[in-house]
Structures are given as structure tokens and as C-alpha cells.
């Protein structure tokens, strides 16, 4: 007698290999059909674990709030008076150029970050740039299409800034690490920590009151002078837009 449970064991519809080829042969299809969009859901969930973080959506949250505190504050205090004597640069917003980083080196001795933004779209050397926060540095090279910012922290920015709450004017130095040295030459400067920072009104680089940082620590050992650590509003390092402030003097 035929075994009719060996031939019904046989028949194509039985074996699981060729069912495995059929789902793959289904899958493929279906993902030529929708054009992949099944492949980028399942690739978005996946890699979204590791998309930047809360910790930069908070970093940039706080820099950008500091930075409007700091604004109001410096404009309620704003000595229209010494800004006529000393005919005082302005930056226009109007003429304020947006541009992306396409390259950083945030890290080590030298430090500057690449624009993709250069002198045909307008940027020259010495152009003020900002970011979330507050000053980044000064353009200090160009190309056609590109260019170079020499940040706060570079050992090559030096800087006339205002300590605004005892009205005073210091010399910002970059040291090559995050926090720039403020340097006072007066051992008897009123400062304090936690002291806000910015451009200085007399400054013949910058426009007024754009905010710079804080004061992180003091160092009174110095016989002639009395120097600060600031702590940078702007994190040049996670910033990936800045404005490029055009000057009018």
C-alpha cells in the first residue's frame, strides 16, 4: 500500500526551505515596490538611539537663553552717549551672513572652524562671528568659496571685552584649551565669579555688547594684575550655524 502520508510529506508546499525563499523572494519585491521606504522606517528607528542627544538639544537650549538674559541686560545698561563719542561700529541685521560649519578643529593648540561661506558671497577678514550663545571669534582667512574662524580660545585672539557688572574693560586671551583668560591690569579690579562678559563698547574690532561668557575662576596670585577663567556661551564645538556680522563703521 502507498504511503500517503510520505507523499504528502514530499510535495513542494511541505518543505520549509522553499517557503524561507518564497518570504525572502515576498520581502524583496516589496521593498522594490515601495522604492526602499520600508528599509529607511526600519533604518530610522534603528539608528535613532544614536542620533545626537538631549545633552546638545539642552547645551545649545541654555546657551541661546543665557545669551537673550545677557542681551537685555547689556541693552537696558547701554551708554548711547559713549557710543556717539567714540563713533562706536554697528552691525546690520540685514546685511548679516548665515553660514553652515563644514569643518572644526575645536581640539589642540590651534583652534578655528571652516565656513561654506567666502568672499564672493561678501565675508572679508576681520568679520565678527556668532553663534548660539554669543561670540564665536573673527574671520581671519577667506577663500572664494570658504572661510577660516580664529575662535575665542586660540592662543592667536586677543580681544578688548567689558565685565558688565563693575563696568570695567579686560583683555580676553585664548589659551588653547575652553576657557580663555581675562586678563585685568589692575589688582584691584572689581570681578567676581559668575561675572557676565562681553565685547567692550570701546572696542575698535567688535560690535558692542555681544555676550561672551562668564566668569569660571579668578587668580589673585599675580602682583600687577588679576586674571579670570571664562566659560564660553557659544560651544563652537556642537554649533553647526553662525552668523557672520557685517560691520559698518
Given at each position: 500500500?502507498?504511503?500517503?502520508?510520505?507523499?504528502?510529506?514530499?510535495?513542494?508546499?511541505?518543505?520549509?526551505?522553499?517557503?524561507?525563499?518564497?518570504?525572502?523572494?515576498?520581502?524583496?519585491?516589496?521593498?522594490?515596490?515601495?522604492?526602499?521606504?520600508?528599509?529607511?522606517?526600519?533604518?530610522?528607528?534603528?539608528?535613532?538611539?544614536?542620533?545626537?542627544?538631549?545633552?546638545?538639544?539642552?547645551?545649545?537650549?541654555?546657551?541661546?537663553?543665557?545669551?537673550?538674559?545677557?542681551?537685555?541686560?547689556?541693552?537696558?545698561?547701554?551708554?548711547?552717549?559713549?557710543?556717539?563719542?567714540?563713533?562706536?561700529?554697528?552691525?546690520?541685521?540685514?546685511?548679516?551672513?548665515?553660514?553652515?560649519?563644514?569643518?572644526?578643529?575645536?581640539?589642540?593648540?590651534?583652534?578655528?572652524?571652516?565656513?561654506?561661506?567666502?568672499?564672493?558671497?561678501?565675508?572679508?577678514?576681520?568679520?565678527t562671528v556668532t553663534g548660539p550663545g554669543g561670540l564665536i571669534g573673527r574671520v581671519n582667512n577667506t577663500s572664494l568659496?570658504?572661510?577660516?574662524?580664529?575662535?575665542?580660545?586660540?592662543?592667536?585672539?586677543?580681544?578688548?571685552?567689558?565685565?558688565?557688572?563693575?563696568?570695567?574693560?579686560?583683555?580676553?586671551?585664548?589659551?588653547?584649551?575652553?576657557?580663555?583668560?581675562?586678563?585685568?591690569?589692575?589688582?584691584?579690579?572689581?570681578?567676581?565669579?559668575?561675572?557676565?562678559?562681553?565685547?567692550?563698547?570701546?572696542?575698535?574690532?567688535?560690535?558692542?555688547?555681544?555676550?561672551?561668557?562668564?566668569?569660571?575662576?579668578?587668580?589673585?596670585?599675580?602682583?600687577?594684575?588679576?586674571?579670570?577663567?571664562?566659560?564660553?556661551?557659544?560651544?563652537?564645538?556642537?554649533?553647526?550655524?553662525?552668523?557672520?556680522?557685517?560691520?559698518?563703521?
Amino acid at each position: 500500500m502507498i504511503d500517503i502520508r510520505r507523499i504528502s510529506s514530499n510535495r513542494w508546499w511541505h518543505k520549509k526551505t522553499i517557503w524561507i525563499f518564497f518570504g525572502i523572494f515576498l520581502f524583496l519585491f516589496f521593498v522594490r515596490i515601495s522604492k526602499g521606504s520600508l528599509y529607511k522606517d526600519f533604518f530610522y528607528f534603528i539608528s535613532k538611539p544614536f542620533w545626537p542627544g538631549q545633552f546638545q538639544k539642552e547645551a545649545i537650549l541654555k546657551s541661546i537663553n543665557q545669551e537673550s538674559l545677557i542681551k537685555i541686560n547689556l541693552l537696558k545698561k547701554d551708554n548711547a552717549r559713549l557710543r556717539k563719542i567714540l563713533t562706536l561700529q554697528q552691525s546690520s541685521n540685514n546685511n548679516n551672513i548665515s553660514a553652515a560649519v563644514i569643518s572644526r578643529k575645536t581640539g589642540g593648540w590651534w583652534r578655528q572652524i571652516i565656513l561654506n561661506k567666502g568672499s564672493k558671497d561678501g565675508v572679508e577678514i576681520g568679520n565678527t562671528v556668532t553663534g548660539p550663545g554669543g561670540l564665536i571669534g573673527r574671520v581671519n582667512n577667506t577663500s572664494l568659496y570658504t572661510s577660516s574662524v580664529l575662535l575665542l580660545t586660540s592662543p592667536e585672539s586677543k580681544l578688548g571685552v567689558w565685565i558688565d557688572r563693575s563696568q570695567i574693560n579686560g583683555l580676553l586671551v585664548g589659551s588653547g584649551d575652553d576657557h580663555p583668560s581675562l586678563i585685568l591690569y589692575s589688582k584691584d579690579a572689581d570681578i567676581k565669579v559668575g561675572d557676565f562678559v562681553s565685547s567692550s563698547p570701546a572696542s575698535s574690532l567688535l560690535p558692542p555688547n555681544i555676550p561672551i561668557g562668564i566668569v569660571h575662576s579668578i587668580d589673585e596670585t599675580l602682583q600687577l594684575k588679576k586674571t579670570a577663567q571664562i566659560s564660553l556661551l557659544a560651544k563652537p564645538q556642537i554649533i553647526d550655524w553662525v552668523q557672520i556680522l557685517k560691520v559698518n563703521i
